[in-house]
């Protein structure tokens, strides 16, 4: 059979695709952006075809339904690999479970059957004329399901951006084809804040012309992005890509001219947006997809000199150790590729990590704390945390003493929060504060 007739011998409806999936079954949804939402509502309204089936899957752009709608016990159950907002309340309440796991390991976890995968449903493009079509705008995890599930099903759109790189695959490794277009979701950034700006000034700071960066999505990557227009031939490795980026390389600031590895290229695992930007991506040579366990692997990254990498945290106590997941006991997210890329920074020639944060949470609450909520995890150890950067400035702590380490947050802490912080310092080392 040529590749039309293996395409059209495999187009079905929802309802047929979905049947094929038996009871006990471990289902993986594509990574945000990327899952099939037509599906999933279709898999959600039939609730009562399915036994015992688990859902599992990072980030979503779908409505959880499967955890947070009455009567999906015995049909469907989620496990989370990266809690998120539609999430938190089932997995807090013991409706939905949590699976922590580094991002650039999930592959291997998948591929050695230690997190077996039976199913998998994801969105693609349309074939080309050689039969290729394009996961789009999620590699990381979702290439190594479709090559190691029993079952593939992928939902056909042709508002889909055909990314390039690891995302091109054959119409021959799915096994159901259903067709449904529907606008792409989107994420669109918002203002930036006073405080957003201060960040993204100190953090821009420490990144230097020929740079390589690794970027996540929201406000204090979007700061970052707008204090390096002046840089120049800056590099992309990242787990993430956003609008961001693209105005940069638009700009002429972005050119991957001095990377060790993939010179020439944006290598990234997922991408989120605004059509805008998955326009830009569709077909766009400069863009390169690949899989997290090559983009997140800390000796991939290593490769790369002068890699700076900028992430998040919920709380940092005054040892440097960083909670970027949980509000003490309840899990709000996951590590993500946080540690991933300050391990790979920390083995990279001139590598820098770069943890950025809010001082406070709304003004009310200090994200700098004597000692983590009790219960919080521990997302990066003190040993492993470089730089520390708030709109109030940069704390270094690599080579530091605990001492040291105290004074410096103390330093970049809001000042309405200082006093308090200080009194913990001085309690638990017996000195005093002059620093």
């Keep these: ?63 959880h339904r499967y955890c947070n709608e009455a009567g999906m016990e015995g049909h469907l159950h989620h496990n989370s690999f ?11 309440e013991g409706r939905a479970d949590y699976t922590p796991a580094f991002f650039h390991e999930l592959p291997r976890l998948i ?10 449903m994801l ?28 079952l593939v099903i992928a939902q056909v759109n042709d508002q889909w951006p055909f990314t390039l790189g690891g995302a091109v695959i054959d119409v021959s490794q799915i096994d159901c084809f259903v067709l449904h277009n529907a606008p792409v979701p989107e994420l669109k950034p918002g203002p930036l804040t006073d405080i957003e700006i201060g960040i993204g000034r100190n953090c821009a700071s420490l ?19 707008a204090f390096l227009k002046e840089k120049k031939d800056l590099g992309i490795h990242t787990e993430l890509m956003c609008d961001g980026v693209m105005d940069l390389i638009k700009a002429g600031v972005i050119t991957n001219s001095k990377k060790e590895i993939d010179k020439g ?6 991408i989120m947006g605004t059509r805008a930007m998955y326009d830009f991506v569709d077909h766009n040579p400069m863009i390169n997809m690949q899989p997290v366990d090559y983009t997140n692997h800390p000796v991939t990254i290593a490769k790369l000199d002068h890699i700076v990498s900028i992430n998040s945290a919920v709380q940092v106590d005054l040892q440097g150790q960083v909670c970027s997941e949980s509000i003490g006991l309840k899990q709000i997210s996951a590590v993500g590729g946080q540690v991933d890329f300050v391990r790979g920074a920390a083995m990279s020639k001139y590598g820098k990590a770069i943890i950025a944060m ?43 003493t605990l001492k040291q380490r ?30």
């Design 1 to 63: 059979m040529n590749w039309k007739e293996i395409y059209e011998s495999r187009i079905m409806s929802a309802e047929d695709a979905l049947k094929k999936i038996p009871a006990n079954s471990r289902v993986f949804f594509a990574h945000s952006m990327s899952e099939p939402t037509y599906l999933v509502d279709c898999m959600c309204d039939h609730k009562d075809w399915f036994t015992n089936v688990e859902i599992c899957h990072l980030g979503s752009s779908g409505k």
């Design 82 to 92: 990266f809690v998120s907002g539609n999430s938190r309340e089932a997995v807090f």
């Design 111 to 120: 591929r050695e059957k230690i997190v077996p995968v039976d199913v998998v």
């Design 123 to 150: 969105t693609v493009t349309p074939p080309d004329e050689n039969g290729n079509i394009s996961i789009g705008l999620s590699c990381d995890y979702t290439k190594g399901c479709i090559e190691n599930a029993k």
């Design 207 to 225: 990144i230097q012309d020929g740079d390589t960066l690794q970027l996540g999505i929201g406000s204090i990557p979007d700061a970052v992005c």
């Design 265 to 270: 290229v944006c290598t990234t695992a997922f």
């Design 358 to 400: 809010p001082s406070t949470v709304k003004g009310k609450v200090s994200k700098i704390v004597p000692v983590l909520d009790e219960g919080a995890a521990v997302t990066t150890s003190r040993n492993d945390v470089e730089y520390v950067v708030t709109e109030y400035g940069i704390a270094y702590l690599k080579g530091k």
């Design 406 to 435: 105290a004074e410096a947050l103390i330093k970049i802490a809001h000042p309405q929060f200082r006093q308090e912080l200080i009194d913990a310092y001085e309690k638990r080392y017996h000195c005093t504060y002059d620093a």
